[in-house]
């Protein structure tokens, strides 16, 4: 069932106390909770009762300009006018970025692969909870807001060098061979050294919001990198750990 409950968090500079969020739902209960259980967490929400008011509101999005009319759309599949996975398209094709977290009843394997594939970055089937929801939306705007960084063409820490175009990582000037989870892990403790992650956002910035499996899976490829970067993994320089809260670069 639909709940009202939505975890409080408190708001930091990274996610943004008023990223703006366009609801697109015509049901009107789901979007009223919507907007509460999201204004509850200090988003701008703007909502839209069918597809073509929508579109209307979206269609100011420049490509050249880099500038979002919104932050993040949450786009019911049936809606009246136009549907979700048209407006999804109609945003893919003219180049459009937003974030897109799509709502539907529908919860085949089929119907989630088909919202993917058209454009959405994240399907929700309902009846969801609104925990689930808000957790979801803080998740796809941390990763836009990760991805509109300015690219390094490298990440220099002492005696560590990453490139992240090519994939590579130097240490002691030597050469070293990371998995993609461990490449992943590294670029991120590096893109902000001495911030401290817990498991929790760790698994949700490098597995995903989907994963499903042990935290201790972070523990794990924390060690493996340790072994691989550090002269004494049992003394670690690099990824130290933070008793109780997670884990610091630097």
């Known amino acids: 069932m639909y709940t009202s409950e939505s975890p409080k968090y408190p708001h930091t500079a990274e996610i943004g106390q008023r990223s703006r969020i366009l609801v697109?739902?015509?049901?009107?209960l789901i979007r009223e909770m919507l907007v509460l259980a999201l204004e509850e967490e200090g988003y701008g929400v703007v909502t839209a009762t069918d597809g073509r008011l929508a579109?209307?509101?979206l269609k100011s999005y420049e490509p050249?300009?880099?500038e979002l009319s919104f932050d993040l759309v949450i786009l019911d599949l049936m809606l009246p006018q136009i549907n979700g996975l048209d407006i999804c398209r109609l945003l893919r094709y003219q180049g459009n970025p937003v974030p897109i977290l799509m709502l539907s009843a529908k919860g085949s394997e089929t119907d989630r692969v088909l919202g993917l594939e058209v454009g959405a970055d994240d399907?929700?089937?309902k009846p969801f909870s609104m925990r689930e929801l808000v957790a979801r939306c803080r998740a796809l705007l941390r990763r836009q807001r990760l991805s509109?960084?300015?690219q390094l063409p490298v990440l220099q820490y002492k005696e560590i060098s990453l490139y992240p175009q090519e994939c590579r990582v130097l240490v002691r000037a030597q050469e070293v061979n990371l998995s993609p989870k461990e490449f992943r892990l590294l670029e991120l403790f590096m893109s902000y050294a001495r911030r401290?992650?817990?498991?929790?956002?760790?698994l949700d910035q490098v597995w995903g919001p989907d994963?499903?499996?042990d935290s201790k899976t972070v523990d794990v490829h924390i060690r493996w990198l340790r072994e691989k970067l550090e002269q004494d993994p049992s003394r670690p320089e690099y990824i130290v750990t933070v008793r109780g809260f997670g884990y610091r670069f630097g």
């Not at 697109?24 to 009107?28: A, I, K, L, R």
């Not at 401290?196 to 760790?202: D, H, I, N, P």
């Open 24 to 28: 697109v739902e015509d049901e009107e």
């Open 148 to 150: 509109t960084l300015p």
């Open 211 to 213: 994963f499903v499996g």
């Open 196 to 202: 401290v992650w817990s498991r929790e956002q760790l």
């Open 64 to 66: 050249n300009s880099g």
């Open 55 to 57: 579109v209307e509101y």
């Open 123 to 125: 399907y929700l089937t």
